[in-house]
């Protein structure tokens, strides 16, 4: 059974089809990338799987239970299972909270525990992810990047959750500070078991820790994958465009989030008739124009959403 099962999840904001009928399962244990362009839905649709947002259409399944429409209550039993780590640990950590304060704070607030235990777990959690015992009472402008990104994730990791969602959890990091945060989470997964929605603008980041990449274009996803595929089986053109985008070195081709695909996306809350990516699509055809595609499976452990794909596998 899956641990995480989102099936035709919509959320729509005023102007914004942000997700549109997406369907995921996030194994136990496994590491599920998500990637594509800024503003794409990735992280609503991170919320969406958290309960943070409530979805308009679909249905979310937590080991097998349905959690859709939980109300508060239930919702709070289930949420130090599930946590989030976030892009900026700087306007995500209360400045006015010591470093022990702030990766105590979950404990404080789920257990009933002594002041002398709370430092304890803290502690132990500080050495887990990495952070000197003589940080405890630094705020979090005294820290670097890499240590606030640390005290972030000891924060969501001290009650031991089952599913971490990291939205763009190394994106503002340095390309050193980057690969050390990604190795201490894929060292805290071996040691927590934690399952892990890994999101990212970044294919290249996410290559380096997930075991499947799902593809979102316009609220959608548009291709599932084995991470270890990728290069070789990726048929969707707006993956093989990502992949195309990896490589690049030098960080002033890579700003903001955009990668280097050509064309524009149609803009926010338009929409769009056939395949969302046939405006950027050298392959589209006529059938692209008009008729939007569905993620069928191109074989048991990959799915595209693309007419000419399926027509040719
Ligand atoms: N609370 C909200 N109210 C209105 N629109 C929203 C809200 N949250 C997100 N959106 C819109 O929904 C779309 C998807 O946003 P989302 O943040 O999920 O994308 P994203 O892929 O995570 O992008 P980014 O990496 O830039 O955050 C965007 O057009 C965004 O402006």
Request: charged share 25%.
């Amino acid at each position: 059974m899956a641990l995480l099962d989102l099936a035709h999840v919509t959320k729509h904001y005023r102007n914004t089809r942000a997700v549109e009928g997406v369907s995921l399962s996030l194994e136990q244990g496994e590491t599920l990338g998500l990637v594509g362009e800024s503003g794409c839905g990735k992280s609503t649709l991170g919320r969406l799987a958290l309960g943070l947002e409530e979805a308009d259409e679909g249905r979310i399944f937590f080991r097998g239970a349905e959690i859709t429409r939980w109300g508060y209550d239930r919702w709070r039993g289930l949420r130090r299972n599930m946590q989030m780590i976030f892009q900026n640990p700087l306007s995500s950590l209360n400045p006015l909270f010591t470093v022990e304060k702030i990766i105590g704070e979950p404990l404080t607030n789920y257990e009933k525990i002594s002041k002398e235990e709370m430092k304890i777990r803290v502690g132990e959690m500080m050495t887990l992810v990495g952070l000197e015992p003589g940080l405890a009472g630094r705020r979090p402008h005294e820290l670097s990047g890499g240590q606030r990104q640390r005290v972030g994730i000891a924060r969501a990791l001290i009650l031991k959750p089952e599913l971490v969602v990291c939205d763009e959890a190394v994106s503002s990091l340095d390309f050193i500070i980057r690969g050390q945060i990604l190795a201490l989470l894929r060292e805290m997964k071996e040691q927590l078991g934690l399952t892990y929605l890994f999101i990212a603008h970044d294919l290249g980041a996410v290559k380096q820790i997930s075991d499947r990449v799902a593809v979102m274009y316009l609220g959608k996803i548009v291709e599932i994958i084995r991470t270890e595929r990728i290069r070789e089986d990726a048929c969707h053109p707006y993956t093989r465009d990502l992949l195309e985008a990896v490589p690049v070195s030098d960080p002033t081709l890579r700003k903001n989030g955009k990668t280097l695909i050509k064309g524009e996306l149609p803009p926010a809350g338009e929409s769009v008739q056939g395949c969302g990516f046939h405006s950027r699509c050298p392959y589209a055809e006529r059938v692209c124009c008009e008729q939007t595609p569905v993620l069928e499976k191109v074989n048991p452990l990959h799915q595209a959403a693309c007419h000419r794909v399926l027509r040719l596998s």
